[in-house]
């Protein structure tokens, strides 16, 4: 993961100039949402438009249920389209395991995942959990796992993610975008769909996330918006795709059909995230890789209320922090 981006400054992906705008709602309008069930032709698949009358899938979630139980199904979906995605909703799970911990966010059976990192060059490795009592669970492998600042509370905690495919992230919410597009539109952007079944990446690919941390505010069910530009202006994308969860918005950019050397995205304002925060950075996240990597996510954490010991593990000590999230 990049460090913080603050919005006020450009970027430079892929060498096209990319400018970040805190004016979403004045740019875009709102086109679908994850709670509004849009009526389709009953026998064909959106994605692979085949007729599935006899193998259809009732009970394709339309939002991944690892992002939070919910009801969204897609009734639109036939079974080897929905097997396909399976394995993007795979590094999907391990790209947000750390936001879905520290969210305490349960999954569809009522579980807070944990988390085991890398071994890297250890002999065990880092785990961190939730426990009954609401707590953090730090089993550290190195103390550099879990920084402390002592003087301000605080610390910052390490995820070892193990392998995943980022641009398989980047098809798992494109899809979810597809899904929410009405008829009339899907129809004349059905070049998109070309791209949750290509493996290669290519310019017409934005590849890129942004996250934006809640502080106070927790999403226990998803929900995901789908934007369309307003009067189609040249320099921004023309779909934008908002996905609401746990502790959580990340932002994505469906693809461009005719990039420029400069783009504007076009980010949620402040008044609409309620949080303390004073400063507002955005986590910009590169997903432009289709082979499996090994990323690391920090997140800086309050531990006024903590608990520190040491246990041991095959004759190497480990060092163990419980702490409380503020709320």
Known sequence: MNNSNNTSHFYYQKGIKVFNKLNLQASYNKIGTSDIIIKRIPSICIYCNK??????MNHAHLIPE???KNKSHNEYECNQCNAISGKWETSLGTFTLPIRLMSMLKNKKGRIPKFKSRIDNYNYPTEISVDNTGRIISK?????DFLIDEINNSGKLKFRLGGFN???????????GLSLMPNEILEKENWMINYLFQEDLDSKIFPIVYLIHLDDKEMVKPYFELYKHNNGNKYRPKYLLTAYFGKAIIHIVLPIQKPKKKIYINLPSIHKILTPRNN??????????????????TFNVDIKKRRK????????????????LPH
Request: aromatic share 14%; glycine share 2%.
């Open 51 to 56: 007729n599935f009358t006899n193998n259809k």
């Open 309 to 324: 010991e040491v246990i041991f593990n095959s004759s190497h000590p480990v060092t163990s922090i419980a702490f409380k």
């Open 166 to 176: 980022p641009y398989h992230v980047y098809k798992a919410f494109l899809k979810v």
């Open 280 to 297: 507002y950075n955005i986590e910009l996240l590169d997903l432009s890789n289709n082979t499996n990597e090994k990323w690391n996510c």
């Open 66 to 68: 690892l992002l939070g």
């Open 140 to 144: 550290l492998a190195t103390r550099d």
